[in-house]
C-alpha cells in the first residue's frame, strides 16, 4: 500500500457501482474514497455499523437518512461523525457529478 497519493486521482467518470478504495487500514483506523454516481442504498437495507465513523464531502453532495427518518443533506465540505449502531442508510447522492467521500473508520 503507497502512503501517498491524490484524492481525485483515478477517478472514472461513470459507474453504475460505488467504488470503494482503503487508503490507509491498521488495526484502529481504516480510512477509504467513496465514489458515488447518483447511488443510494437499498430500500430496506440500514448501516449498523459496531465502530464510529467520521465522513466528509470532498465533491458532490449526498443525503444520509438515519433510522428514525431524520434526514441530513450534505454538500461539499461538510462532515458527520457517525458513532457505533447509529442506523443509517445513503438516500441519494449527486446525479451531476460524481460525489466523492472521506470516510474514517475507527
Known amino acids: 500500500m503507497e502512503f501517498t497519493g ?3 486521482a483515478n477517478i472514472p467518470k461513470n459507474s453504475e457501482q460505488e467504488l470503494f478504495e482503503d ?3 491498521n488495526d484502529f483506523i481504516k480510512i477509504e474514497r467513496i465514489i458515488s454516481y447518483g447511488n443510494s442504498s437499498d430500500e430496506n437495507f440500514w448501516y449498523d455499523q459496531s465502530h464510529s465513523e467520521w465522513v466528509l464531502i470532498i465533491q458532490g453532495s449526498a443525503t444520509l437518512q438515519f433510522e428514525a427518518h431524520e434526514l441530513f ?3 461539499k ?5 457517525i458513532p457505533p449502531h447509529k442506523k443509517h442508510r445513503v438516500d441519494s447522492t ?4 460524481p460525489t ?3 470516510a474514517i473508520h475507527y
Do not use: R, S, T
Not at 77 to 81: K, P, S
Not at 94 to 97: I, P
Open 94 to 97: 449527486d446525479l451531476n457529478k
Open 6 to 8: 491524490n484524492i481525485f
Open 23 to 25: 487508503l490507509f487500514k
Open 73 to 75: 443533506e450534505m454538500k
Open 77 to 81: 465540505g461538510d462532515y458527520i461523525f
Open 100 to 102: 466523492i467521500w472521506l
